[in-house]
């Protein structure tokens, strides 16, 4: 069975730097698969979370929406079959829960996504 794990938020200032992790595990083809981290916010359902970024299969395509261009970086180690998030010069607004998704398109809707994890929530404060 496919589980998806992600690691590495908590309460940052803002400006400061965090990098989420995300393995998959119990899926042999991980390099066949696209990968994308979310973000909801409370009072949104599943279905409106916001997508962050995205990357194809081989890691050299990328999406990132435009609150984010310069500042995230997502990337992805096949070996590992781990996906990351490195957020910079982080903002309040970037709070939220963080999710990360597997798929087999790789677009930037939610409904594409096979299975997720469970989150990890990053606080920005002031």
């Known amino acids: 069975q496919v589980q998806v794990e992600e690691s590495g938020g908590g309460l940052v200032q803002a400006g400061d730097s965090v990098m989420l992790s995300c393995v998959v595990s119990g899926r042999r083809t991980f390099d066949k698969y696209a990968m994308g981290w979310f973000r909801q916010v409370p009072g949104k359902e599943r279905e409106e979370r916001e997508c962050?970024?995205?990357?194809?299969?081989?890691?050299?395509?990328?999406y990132y929406t435009d609150s984010v261009k310069g500042r995230f970086t997502i990337s992805r180690d096949n070996a590992k079959n781990t996906v990351y998030l490195q957020m910079n010069n982080l903002k309040t607004e970037d709070k939220a829960v963080y999710y990360c998704?597997?798929?087999?398109?790789?677009?930037?809707?939610?409904?594409?996504?096979?299975?997720w994890g469970r989150g990890t929530q990053v606080t920005v404060s002031s």
């Open positions: 962050v970024a995205t990357i194809n299969y081989s890691g050299d395509t990328t």
């Open positions: 998704g597997i798929s087999p398109f790789g677009r930037n809707t939610t409904d594409v996504y096979v299975k």
